[in-house]
């Protein structure tokens, strides 16, 4: 190990070239930027107390040596001794000497840096005759292999310090735990106490983490500007710390000697900075065979977790109990994590033995580092013996967390595909170890979670098929957790989980689909709804089979008239589909075409099933292409009526759809054919739309007394199309008071609020003749109309009122004469005279109005 040298201080002549501070010789290869900063590092200042003008003796005693250990930007770890001089060439005090090592491949020594304290190479200062006018020569490398640790920094020198007062091996525990503290919020530590102390403090605190893990530490023996602080400090009398309450609670960790006031750290009794404390001030040469265990681990980290190191070198030095728990599993993480090569082999049958403990590890999760570390030590070793101690922690796994309370599902899954990843030459052993467990012969099954039972079942089956024990479905372990799953209820997705953990070929789905479905049957569930659950469950895995897989698997079900199973298919794919008469074609298709036994038994109830699912307007569509194509003859007769009164739907009530006359047929000759009464009979009221358009068609042609039921069965918009369609043309044909109210009455059935436009405009309509029958017939019915006997027509009587008044305004006195004679002749009663006299009155006020007037004027009434 190499370093080079760099010399800074007060002198006459240096790297300048001028007198003053500056770096007076150094090595090549240091690099500029290297010096500026080994420069600004170096920098003493003596503690403010101290003496002015000290003597030699003064300064020997009450000017701390400050050694400084960093990482310079540049990577490379430096080394730093500044001595405090007094007076420089011109007589100036406040002169120091900074001794820098800078280490050539930036590794650290094997050492602590403390134990360069007392090298002998250290340059303290110059010679009066060394400090000239000359230019000083270059320093050379230095060797530092074979270098003695500095002998008052010994482990039994610092046991015999830490002894020296009761209270200082917690406190050196404190310190370690803020170090660690530190490297998390960046609170320096900081000691204060005489100069000596403070070295011993610093040797303790660096010895108290392995040589390694201390390179990270940068160190300052005496530091007095807490602006270059490093991670541990030592100072001594007053300098810029101040030592007081907002310093010591947030700015860094102080632990003041000198007042004995320190910053608060929490206590531990059993953290790696306690132990290591302990060790050091009751047994350092343990705390020296740890640091030897370390050479095990690629660990350099300065962290808590090197507790986790104690453990397993207590372990691995068969002193104390095995410990569990999450202290296991750190101890796990930390091997597996760090240890290298051969650690792993050394480890691994001391944490083997793990997995034994009573109970198992406490928690499933902790499983997953032990046996990885253990499946990676035997894949290294190749040894059966350690390839046994990661199977039974697996089994172990399985019986104490999965079995005992289906906990750990994840963990069990995802190491036993890193078993069978890692030690794939060995499934055979594996197999063997696993089916000689004793948690196969009475495990709580049933109570286990679904998900769990399938892992098993995935499990069982693969070391089965490794064992030769064929075929898998009727051994014991198989019926037993199939049995368990018949205990849940197979529309729960039970099924699925089980088909799913099977393989997918003809035979073992055909088998354990059956096995399955009896299995949910003994267990008391109804056999055509387990039947039906299986068939749904099946269908996912058939969905994912090559074609030609899934046909055979179906015949040879077909074969054995396993109707349900095949009909859960169907099923399934109903449910799931977002067009289901798309998946309807498609499975009639796929599936009913190529099972003609099948087709023949359950296509009624694969219709009615798809009919139940569709909407109105979807059904109607269907069952009227079912009708066309004469399918509806070969239903059941329930089937076959609800299709016809689902095509029934499809009839257009308008005349200008022309396609409408067509299916309007088709139902209604399928209709009568079977005696089915439809409501609301489409084609009938399709024709009487027709008979209302038609000019010569006479009213009886309108069939006013079979359409009511139909009308009133119509939903409100296709009611209110109906009436504009037909109301004006029927009206028409009424001649007397009697057929118009039945027009009324029929048309308008059960929502007179819907004749209101319409009849108004039969009024309004421009005609031949001033005043046709139609309008006479109007006249005669609200002039007779008491209300009785007319249903809900009394709603329109005001509107009837507005038409006739608009309609008689129409006319000329001369034909209003005609009509008042034509009542007379007929001798309407008291009631409908007075009625007509009161209309008159209204006819005359509304043309003696200043607007009628005016329209009269214009040529418009």
Known sequence: ??????????????????????????????????????????????????????????????????????????????????????????????????????????????LWPIDLYEWDGWKDGLAPEEDNEETPPTLPTTDFTGVPPAESFRFEELRDFLREEPDRCDLLARMGRAVLLSRADSRAVVVRDTPIHGLYWIACLQKLFPPLHAAALTSSTYQDDPRGCAAINATTGETDFTFEETERRFRFYEFDLTTGTHSEVAEAADDYPAVAARWMAENPGRLQRFYEFL?????????????????????????????????????????????????????????????????????AEDYDPL???????????????????????????????????????????????????????????????????????????????TEALAFLLRTIWRCLELAGRLPVWDQKEVHMLLTAFGSRDAATGSAQAALAAIPSEIEPLAAVSRRLRDAHVACGQEARHAGTALGRALGRVLADLET?????????????????????????????????????????????????????????????SLLRHLSEAQCAAVSLEWLRDGEVDSFPPDLADRCIAFANLAVPLDPDDKKGQETAKLVAVAARSRKISLLPNRPLLRDVWTAARTPKAPLSDLRLKEIPDSVAALQE??????????????????????????????IGTGRPALLEKPYLGFFKAKRKLAWPESLHAALRFWLAFDGRGAGSLAELESVAQRGLLIALEQLSPADLGKIDSKLRQARIDGRATNRWIEIQKSLEKRRRSPWTRLLRVFGRS
């Open 1 to 110: 190990m190499k370093a080079l040298q760099l010399h800074y201080t007060s002198c006459r002549r240096g790297q300048s070239g001028n007198a003053g501070f500056q770096t007076r010789t150094l090595s090549e290869g240091i690099r500029p930027d290297e010096q500026r900063e080994i420069e600004r590092r170096g920098v003493y200042r003596p503690p403010r107390d101290a003496r002015q003008d000290p003597s030699p003796e003064d300064i020997g005693r009450e000017f701390p040596r400050a050694l400084r250990c960093y990482a310079l930007e540049s990577g490379r770890l430096a080394i730093t001794r500044s001595s405090y001089v007094g007076r420089d060439y011109s007589g100036r005090w406040g002169n120091f000497f900074a001794h820098t090592l800078v280490f050539e491949d930036g590794a650290s020594p094997a």
């Open 295 to 363: 050479r095990l681990f690629n660990h350099r980290e300065l962290e808590a977790a090197l507790i986790s190191a104690i453990h397993l070198f207590d372990l691995a030095q068969g002193e104390g109990a095995a410990p569990g728990g999450d202290q296991l599993t750190r101890m796990i993480e930390f091997a597996s994590r760090h240890a290298t090569a051969e650690g792993r082999i050394r480890l691994l049958e001391v944490l083997g033995r793990a997995a034994h403990l009573a109970g198992g590890l406490p928690r």
């Open 371 to 449: 046996i990885r570390f253990l499946t990676d030590g035997a894949r290294a070793t190749g040894k059966s013996e350690h390839r046994a101690l990661a199977f039974n922690a697996w089994t172990s796994l399985v019986r104490h967390h999965l079995l005992a309370g289906g906990r750990g599902l994840t963990a069990a899954e995802g190491m036993w595909g890193h078993l069978q990843s890692l030690l794939a030459p060995y499934a055979s052993e594996l197999a063997a170890l696993v089916l000689a467990e004793p948690i196969w012969n009475d495990p709580p099954l049933p109570e286990l979670p």
């Open 548 to 608: 030609a897989t899934a046909t055979s698997l179906r015949r040879q079900l077909e074969a054995a008239k396993e109707w349900d199973l095949l009909f859960g298919e169907w099923s399934g794919l109903r449910e799931t589909a977002p067009d289901p008469l798309s998946a309807f074609a498609s499975y009639r298709r796929t599936v009913l075409a190529l099972l003609p036994q099948y087709e023949k038994t359950c296509l009624p109830a694969v219709v009615t």
């Open 717 to 746: 918009a296709e009611h209110s199309a109906f009436v504009e369609g037909c109301l004006p043309g029927a009206l028409e044909r009424g001649t007397n008071k009697g057929e118009h109210q039945q027009v009324l009455t029929a």
